[in-house]
């Protein structure tokens, strides 16, 4: 099966600029995860979607991030205006919903590397 | 809130040696899962192997094997026979299956693992 696919995989930008990332999931996985990842630490929890809807995004900076994932399917993460500690990785995940536990666990992208100059 | 945390920035090994990388988290939960999660130099996770938290039988997947200890919130990784392959960042990472609250991963800060031939 296809995996998550993720775009831009790099993306460098100045400060004040605008950016904005796409995430395409695996075919069925109704829950999708945005993470951030500063270099040399743990993925951070952004967002979390179930189907359309938000499930939890406490940990999103609203003021200047925010996403969508219209449909159910495709998800886009956008950054406006980007500041220097936006510099990251932001990963893509998804995964099944089943009552009985995460079984088939959690499948990310390759994220996308981004650098704001 | 849960917390993960491996205490090892970097550990190193020599080929064809066993090394054991540790991770603890804090939770007042008691279903939940735990995983180990490999990252190469290509960003994307991949799952290495994962724990549910009601079982007493410790997961094996080949070479991989982890020691899991509840009442000391434990989860270590073992490492048998090890492969240049193997180098790159080790995260651990920790789920609660609690249906009121999201399904999201849990990460600790991740364990830099090199490998000497």
């Known amino acids: 099966e296809a995996g998550v696919a993720q775009s831009p995989r790099y993306k460098i930008i100045e400060k004040r600029q605008s950016v904005a990332f796409w995430c395409n999931p695996i075919?069925?996985?109704?829950?999708l995860y945005w993470y951030q990842q500063i270099l040399g630490q743990g993925p951070k929890l952004l967002i979390q979607f179930q189907n359309n809807g938000v499930v939890d995004d406490s940990q999103l900076p609203k003021d200047r991030f925010s996403a969508e994932r219209l449909k159910g399917v495709d998800s886009t993460l956008k950054i406006q205006p980007a500041k220097l500690e936006d510099s990251a990785v932001y990963l893509c995940?998804?995964?099944?919903?089943?009552?009985?536990?995460?079984?088939?666990?959690?499948?990310f992208g390759s994220g996308t590397r981004l650098t704001v100059v | 809130a849960q917390t993960v945390t491996q205490s090892q920035p970097e550990m190193s090994v020599q080929e064809a040696e066993t090394v054991t990388l540790s991770c603890t988290y804090d939770?007042?939960?008691?279903?939940?899962?735990l995983f180990w999660y490999k990252q190469p130099p290509s960003r994307q996770m991949i799952l290495v192997i994962r724990q549910e938290a009601y079982k007493q039988q410790n997961a094996t997947e080949n070479r991989f094997s982890v020691n899991f200890q509840k009442a000391a919130k434990s989860f270590s990784l073992k490492i048998s026979d090890s492969q240049l392959g193997d180098a790159a960042m080790y995260f651990c990472?920790?789920?609660?299956?609690?249906?009121?609250?999201?399904?999201?991963?849990?990460f600790g800060g991740g364990t830099r693992l090199m490998v000497k031939p």
């Open positions: 075919s069925g996985h109704a829950t």
């Open positions: 939770t007042s939960e008691s279903d939940y899962y």
């Open positions: 995940a998804s995964s099944l919903v089943l009552r009985q536990g995460p079984m088939d666990g959690y499948t």
């Open positions: 990472a920790y789920v609660s299956w609690n249906n009121n609250a999201g399904n999201m991963l849990t």
